[in-house]
């Protein structure tokens, strides 16, 4: 930006560290809040952090008080919650608060993954199959629904692979209905049952309104174990270094022929045309031995931490990460 501005910063209550509240440089504060708040200053701007938890009247009086120029939204849920967080975006939009990354709609579209698979099919993008089941029902798969084991369960509503564990991959009957169960009592929130594809994990960060830009695509490698054995983007798997250098699980850049890194590029930016991104978003993609891409879920908000994978991506593609955030702002006063 060419001049400083007025920045609230806007995340979760529950990840305000009470020995860092404005987030100024404690490496014990939220890795990803602390980063943004950091280059938001380093870059000029004034920054206000405020904190989201179930007062809606209050962050209505807050900005109204204190009208920022720009809000940079970090919010992922509301009152506990993960699918009220859009509820949170919507109140920015009906006060004509500007705001970083994906308005109201496209959230609840991207965190319903059954909702999102179902809106991907009718655009004729390829995704895995599934069926979704809600608590109270028993649990099983239509016939008319034509899966084929083995399949991941997962709760619906969730990200970054929570929920997701190696007894997630299911090869009978049986198995899935002990496995639909426990994520009804657990997360009291839809199952989906979708079909396991093998293949290699890539991720695709784009970012933009209109004019949207995919950067280089990550890769998730799963170097341990059998090769026959499955590989599972598990909650641990994301979350936890020692347990991937124990395996021999790494991230890095992946090497894509030159048609299908097209593909993928193409293939993302429509993604994001149709479930109404902007800004910035993630998708995760498994790619075939044969060459299918198959989109297995997509992240309306996706963690931006210096180093993280979208910070990565940007970086390959010649966007350095001060740089990224303050793209971010001007896509955010631009539309």
């Known amino acids: 930006m060419n001049h400083p501005m007025k920045v609230t910063l806007l995340m979760d209550q529950a990840w305000l560290p009470a020995h860092d509240p404005q987030l ?32 809606l009247p209050g962050l209505v009086r807050a900005l109204t008080e204190n009208p920022p120029d720009v809000v940079f939204n970090l919010v992922e849920q509301f009152a506990g919650e993960r699918r009220l967080s859009a509820n949170v975006v919507g109140v920015l939009e009906a006060m004509g608060v500007p705001f970083t990354g994906a308005g109201s709609k496209a959230i609840m579209l991207c965190q319903d993954k059954a909702l999102c698979k179902e809106l991907l099919a009718h655009h004729r993008i390829r995704s895995p199959r599934f069926v979704a089941m809600a608590p109270g029902h028993t649990p099983r798969v239509p016939k008319r629904a034509r899966l084929r084991y083995p399949l991941i369960v997962k709760p619906v509503m969730e990200e970054g692979s929570e929920g997701i564990v190696k007894d997630s991959l299911v090869r009978s009957d049986e198995e899935l209905a002990d ?11 839809v199952a989906i049952a979708e079909e396991y594809i093998d293949g290699r994990e890539l991720y695709v960060a784009v970012m933009g309104n209109e004019r949207l830009k995919a950067f280089p695509p990550r890769e998730l490698v799963f170097g341990g174990g059998s090769p026959d054995a499955p590989r599972i983007a598990t909650g641990r798997v994301k979350a936890d270094e020692k347990y991937r250098q124990k395996w021999n699980i ?3 850049f992946a090497e894509l022929e030159a048609k299908l890194a097209a593909r993928i590029d193409a293939l993302a930016r429509n993604v994001c045309r149709v479930l109404q991104l902007r800004g910035y978003a993630r998708l995760d993609l498994r790619v075939t031995d044969a060459g299918q891409i198959n989109v297995l879920e997509v992240n309306a908000n996706p963690d931006i931490a210096w180093g993280d994978e979208f910070a990565e991506s940007a970086l390959k593609g010649g966007l350095a990460y ?7 702002l001007s896509l955010a006063l631009s539309r």
């Open 24 to 55: 100024l440089a404690d490496e014990r504060s939220p890795m990803t809040e602390r980063h943004v708040a950091i280059s938001l200053r380093n870059l000029g701007h004034e920054v206000t952090v405020l904190p989201v938890d179930r007062d």
């Open 179 to 189: 496995r639909v169960r426990l994520i009804h009592q657990t997360w009291n929130q």
């Open 250 to 252: 790494t991230y890095g």
């Open 322 to 328: 001060e740089p990224l955030i303050d793209r971010l």
